[in-house]
């Protein structure tokens, strides 16, 4: 980290340079928190944007970088991490850079005992990366994408002769492996690069000085034509068959159990509830709710709930939006209100976005007070925490704590409009509900 010349590579240094050949012939360009200035950094990623795919390795801790190498501010840096398309921490650096990102998520020791997938979760959504690829030393890797969170183990070694350089070697395997295949789409694509770019570290960790030499270039050699990328999805099927019955159904219970206690002891803003809650009473037309996959369900169900309680309420398909379904929307009368747990889904981002531009009033559930949803919203509740799903991603406590939160503004706006028994009776007559209802009266 000692400076030297590269510390005067700072942006305008970079566009001479490199800016003309990136333009040209840019396909990957790979750089580093390390020893340039953030400002070449940055530069760089934004001049290869539009022509390359970018990858930024993060080995060395941000504040080293910001205090001992004096490379720049950690707002630079923090840039810097969101500009990459791929983003390849080590992780010690991922645990602090989450900290400086999401300070919320309980301090240093929380997040070391994190499993890996979860933090690359949370990296992946607060920086909006379209791929996090994390290394853990001897406990391999964790990959995240839009769609797939998983953890690939290392390559086992009878001996590691020096590891130095090992990080090095998996990114090259990592690129070598986008080059060939392209960015991974599927959990096989993520497996597939996960097991390959830990081969070729593997490889580096047997190699005196990560020097390649011919005995390092017959060790590659021969790990690449040993690799089978459907022979590491087999073991992965493997392995789930012979875990133990119903553990992960019982698992299952007692996250979401720990998820709702969470959510309503310190997970929730008052201020957040009160302006949804007022939003909805305020509105003189109708609320729109919406949102897409499992959100939506949600959302469909929010609607059917306010409606049965009186208020004017139905169900937009986030998709819907650009199709004709904005003049649903009446301008200043309406309230449209989006249900996402990333915060990221594009449908629902774009709908709000237009949807304040022409003057209806946006209001939001997401999982991330830091996503594009919750910023562009004029109101958003955000649950802020961190979940506990499997694969990493696949919808479960997420749902759970968006229910949650359904029923606790429905219950609220019950209360504040006074709604009456018998004025439920008259919107829900029918079925076991109508009959209490009538019983009871």
């Known amino acids: ?88 921490p080590a992780r010690h650096a991922a645990e602090e850079l989450l900290l400086v990102l999401m300070p919320n998520l309980g301090g240093a020791d929380a997040v070391a005992s994190m499993p890996a997938t979860d933090v690359v979760t949370h990296l992946r959504d607060v920086c909006g990366s379209s791929l996090v690829a994390m290394t853990s030393g001897s406990d391999g890797c964790a990959l995240a994408t839009n769609n797939e969170v998983l953890r690939v183990p290392v390559t086992p070694l009878e001996k590691v002769t020096d590891a130095t350089g090992a990080g090095d070697a998996f990114l090259g395997g990592l690129i070598a492996h986008v080059y060939a295949h392209g960015m991974p789409r599927t ?151 989006l249900v996402s747990h990333s915060g990221r889904t594009n449908e629902c981002v774009e709908a709000a976005a237009h949807l304040k531009s022409v003057g209806v009033n946006v209001i939001s559930i997401t999982g991330n007070e830091e996503s594009p949803l919750a910023r562009v919203s004029d109101v958003s509740i955000s649950y802020r925490l961190i979940v506990k799903e499997p694969l990493g991603t696949l919808p479960t406590s997420s749902l759970l704590l968006q229910e949650m939160i359904v029923n606790g503004v429905v219950r609220e706006l019950v209360q504040r409009r006074r709604f009456a028994r018998k004025n439920f009776l008259r919107n829900h007559p029918g079925g076991s509900v109508g009959e209490t209802l009538r019983r009871d009266d």
């Not at 840019?26 to 990858?55: D, M, R, Y």
């Open 1 to 88: 980290m000692a400076r030297g010349a590269t510390s005067l590579m700072d942006a305008e240094a970079v566009e001479a340079r490199f800016g003309e050949p990136l333009a040209k012939y840019g396909h990957f360009v790979s750089t580093e928190i390390s020893q340039v200035p953030h400002s070449g950094v940055l530069k760089l990623l934004k001049l290869a944007n539009k022509n390359a795919v970018t990858i930024l390795d993060l080995d060395v801790s941000p504040s080293v970088a910001v205090n001992e190498a004096g490379l720049g501010t950690m707002d630079d840096l923090i840039q810097c991490v969101k500009a990459a398309e791929i983003l390849k």
């Open 187 to 337: 959990k096989d694509d993520l497996v597939s690069l996960g097991s390959f770019a830990n081969r070729v570290g593997a490889v580096c960790c047997q190699i005196l000085g990560a020097v390649p030499n011919d005995e390092a270039r017959r060790m590659l050699g021969e790990q690449i034509a040993a690799y089978n990328p459907s022979a590491a999805t087999r073991n992965e099927t493997e392995a789930r068959r012979h875990a133990s019955d119903c553990d992960e159904f019982f698992t299952s219970l007692k996250d979401d159990s720990a998820a709702a206690a969470a959510l309503a002891n310190d997970g929730l803003k008052t201020e957040e509830i009160a302006a949804f809650a007022e939003s909805v009473l305020d509105c003189a037309g109708n609320v729109l709710t919406s949102g897409i996959g499992k959100s939506g369900l949600i959302a469909r169900r929010m609607a059917a709930s306010l409606a049965s309680t009186g208020i004017r309420a139905h169900f937009v398909h986030a998709a819907e939006w650009a199709h004709g379904d904005y003049g649903k929307a009446e301008r200043a009368r309406d309230v449209v209100v």
